[in-house]
Every structure is written in structure tokens, then in C-alpha cells.
Antibody, heavy 116, light 105 residues
Framework: QVQLVQSGAEVKKPGASVKVSCKAS????????IHWVRQAPGQGLEWLGW????????DFAQKFQGRVTMTRDTSISTAYMELSRLRSDDTALYYCARHTSAFDIWGRGTMVTVSS | SYELTQPPSVSVSPGQTASITCSGDKLGDKHVCWYQQKPGQSPVLVIYQDRKRPSGIPERFSGSNSGNTATLTITGTQAMDEADYYC????????FGGGTKLTVL
């Protein structure tokens, strides 16, 4: 079945970086953009950006420009999101989602905790 | 930056109709999607392109979008529909509404 499997929870110190993976299966990985969305505890959804798995092109929310990197490895159908210079308010559940006409498939999320 | 505004909460009795609104400047000119999120779960797409239902989504879910307001309507609301609902649109980037907690009581 079509699914996105994300990497496990991370605990990081302020100022560090985190890299989250998202492995696609059940469909052609290069056929659909992958987006990253985060959700702080008890809060709403916040969009970080997208990657085109075919070309590697990316686009990011202005808020995260300069701090986020999105890459992919087509040989293993996996997308990555790296966030640098972490702060305590980056503590959140980070989701990857496939975009067709909408975000139709979501990963289960990766919890990133930033704490000294 | 573009903003989408949702009411924080909506309450409905079982079997009645729930309406959740999403407001934004000239929102009717954009396509709106709606996501349902239950506690501890990932969001699920329930409406896309204003009014289309993905396969597997019950017919009681419907959507509309005109002017400055999009509306998610749940007809014959069931207890299992209790969840947070988020609207989403594209401006120059992806925008989510703040979410609406639907309580079925």
C-alpha cells in the first residue's frame, strides 16, 4: 500500500541540527512532490516547504529560509528534511506528506524535542 | 502574508449538521482542502479542490467555497467525527487555517 515511513524521534540541544527521513513505498517516488509540515504540541499545522523528488528542486516557507534543507535519494525513495540552529520552539512533530491534488498521504510524524 | 481564519471550536449534536468555516481574502479564487485530525493521529484529507471527496471518505462530508469563505459541512454528524479540522489553501505558499475543534455532544 501507499505509505510514507518516517524516522524515529530525536532529542537535540539548542543550536544543533536534526535530519528527518521519509521513505516512500507503494507508488512512484519521483511522481509526486513531498512536503514537510510540523505541529508543535497542542498547536496547529505549519508548512515548512516542498521538494520535487524528480528534479531535487525545493521551495521553503519564508520563515525557514536559510535554516531548512530538503534533499532526496531516489535510489531508496527517501526524502530528507534537515533543520539547523535548533531552538526550543522548534520542538514539534514533523510530518512528511505526499502532494497530488492535496496532501493525500501523510507519514506518522517524527517528534523532535529541543532541550538543553 | 496570507491568512486563513477558522473558529476555534464548533459543537454539534449527534445526527445534526456541523458547519466549519474558513475565511481568507478572495478565498473563493483559490482551491481549498480540508483535513481531519484525531488525537494522536496524522491528518487525513477529507475534501480537496473545494468540494471533492477522496475515496473512502463518507458522503456526509461536503465542501463549498465562495467569496471570502470556504465551508466544510458534515451532515448527520457522528461521534466518530469528533476531531480537529484544518482548512488549507495555496497563496504564494501553502497556508493552513488555525484549526477547529469539533465536539459532538
Amino acid at each position: 500500500q501507499v505509505q510514507l515511513v518516517q524516522s524515529g524521534a530525536e532529542v537535540k540541544k539548542p543550536g544543533a541540527s536534526v535530519k528527518v527521513s521519509c521513505k516512500a513505498s507503494g507508488y512512484t517516488f519521483t511522481g509526486h512532490y513531498i512536503h514537510w509540515v510540523r505541529q508543535a504540541p497542542g498547536q496547529g499545522l505549519e508548512w515548512l516547504g516542498w521538494i520535487n523528488p524528480n528534479s531535487g528542486d525545493t521551495d521553503f516557507a519564508q520563515k525557514f529560509q536559510g535554516r531548512v534543507t530538503m534533499t532526496r535519494d531516489t535510489s531508496i525513495s527517501t526524502a530528507y528534511m534537515e533543520l539547523s540552529r535548533l531552538r526550543s520552539d522548534d520542538t514539534a512533530l514533523y510530518y512528511c506528506a505526499r502532494h497530488t491534488s492535496a496532501f493525500d498521504i501523510w507519514g506518522r510524524g517524527t517528534m523532535v524535542t529541543v532541550s538543553s | 502574508s496570507y491568512e486563513l481564519t477558522q473558529p476555534p471550536s464548533v459543537s454539534v449534536s449527534p445526527g445534526q449538521t456541523a458547519s466549519i468555516t474558513c475565511s481568507g481574502d478572495k478565498l473563493g479564487d483559490k482551491h481549498v482542502c480540508w483535513y481531519q485530525q484525531k488525537p494522536g493521529q496524522s491528518p487525513v484529507l477529507v475534501i480537496y479542490q473545494d468540494r471533492k471527496r477522496p475515496s473512502g471518505i463518507p458522503e456526509r462530508f461536503s465542501g463549498s467555497n465562495s467569496g471570502n469563505t470556504a465551508t466544510l459541512t458534515i451532515t448527520g454528524t457522528q461521534a466518530m467525527d469528533e476531531a480537529d479540522y484544518y482548512c488549507q489553501a495555496w497563496d504564494s505558499s501553502v497556508v493552513f487555517g488555525g484549526g477547529t475543534k469539533l465536539t459532538v455532544l
